[in-house]
């Protein structure tokens, strides 16, 4: 039986729930599964969820969105399509985050026609795989999410330590918030106050909850 769960995201400085992301078990699972049934399937299975109200809708929900499926597939890109309008007639707030994959020259112009649904077009996972510069500038998010692998940078023994901070001032002219993955340690946490960082989430401040089974 498959799974819907969620992870808060939270105000850095005053530690307190913002929103939460909302992910289906089976795109984890499964991960290495593309069709368009699965995908389909999680999406209809967290809709109903919500619509059930076996998810909490009381703080902007974040939904990722499969950039490979919305170029490859138009039924997958009809199913995003109608969830976003279900919710935002419902005058649930949705923001979508774009997964990593790799994805068509479509891509562009399907956010465009996603963004007026949701609150935010968040890019997720950025600095792993597809998540880098090229597709910030081809999508023009509202919101990143720095991987988690970055956090790792953070550490004052790390090689790479402070492109953390220099990865956040390349972005903070763009007007792009961000939102910080894998905080694990308060050390992490204070590190990202000290430097600007508002908004994130990871195991340290809140682990993932099951909200519905399905």
């Given at each position: 039986?498959?799974?819907?769960?969620?992870?808060?995201?939270?105000?850095?400085?005053?530690?307190?729930?913002?929103?939460?992301?909302?992910?289906?078990?089976?795109?984890?699972?499964?991960?290495?599964?593309?069709c368009?049934l699965?995908?389909?399937?999680?999406?209809?299975?967290?809709?109903?969820?919500?619509?059930?109200?076996?998810?909490r809708?009381?703080s902007?929900?974040?939904?990722?969105?499969?950039?490979?499926?919305?170029?490859?597939?138009?039924?997958?890109?009809?199913?995003?399509?109608?969830?976003?309008?279900?919710?935002?007639?419902?005058?649930?707030?949705?923001?979508?985050?774009?997964?990593?994959?790799?994805?068509?020259?479509?891509?562009?112009?399907?956010?465009?026609?996603?963004?007026?649904?949701?609150?935010?077009?968040?890019?997720?996972?950025?600095g792993?795989?597809?998540?880098?510069?090229?597709?910030?500038?081809?999508?023009?998010p509202?919101?990143?999410?720095?991987?988690?692998?970055?956090?790792?940078?953070?550490?004052?023994?790390?090689?790479?330590?402070?492109?953390?901070?220099?990865?956040?001032?390349?972005?903070v002219?763009?007007?792009?918030?961000?939102?910080?993955?894998?905080?694990?340690?308060?050390?992490?946490?204070?590190?990202?106050?000290?430097?600007?960082?508002?908004?994130?989430?990871?195991?340290?401040l809140?682990?993932?909850?099951?909200?519905?089974f399905?």
């Open positions: 039986m498959a799974t819907i769960r969620s992870q808060t995201i939270f105000c850095l400085h005053s530690e307190q729930p913002i929103g939460h992301e909302i992910f289906h078990s089976s795109l984890r699972t499964q991960a290495h599964k593309t368009d699965l995908h389909t399937k999680a999406l209809a299975d967290t809709l109903k969820a919500i619509q059930s109200a076996k998810i809708m009381d902007p929900a974040y939904i990722n969105v499969s950039c490979q499926r919305l170029t490859d597939s138009n039924r997958y890109f009809r199913a995003v399509l109608y969830l976003l309008q279900t919710l935002q007639s419902a005058e649930h707030t949705v923001r979508i985050e774009l997964t990593e994959e790799a994805a068509e020259s479509t891509l562009e112009r399907r956010v465009s026609l996603l963004r007026p649904l949701c609150d935010q077009v968040i890019l997720d996972d950025f792993s795989l597809s998540s880098n510069f090229d597709r910030l500038f081809t999508i023009q509202d919101a990143i999410k720095f991987d988690q692998t970055l956090m790792t940078t953070t550490d004052e023994t790390h090689a790479l330590h402070g492109f953390y901070q220099r990865l956040l001032a390349l972005i002219p763009m007007n792009i918030e961000i939102i910080a993955e894998g905080i694990e340690t308060p050390k992490q946490l204070t590190y990202l106050k000290s430097i600007g960082i508002t908004k994130g989430q990871g195991f340290y809140s682990k993932p909850v099951i909200q519905a399905v």
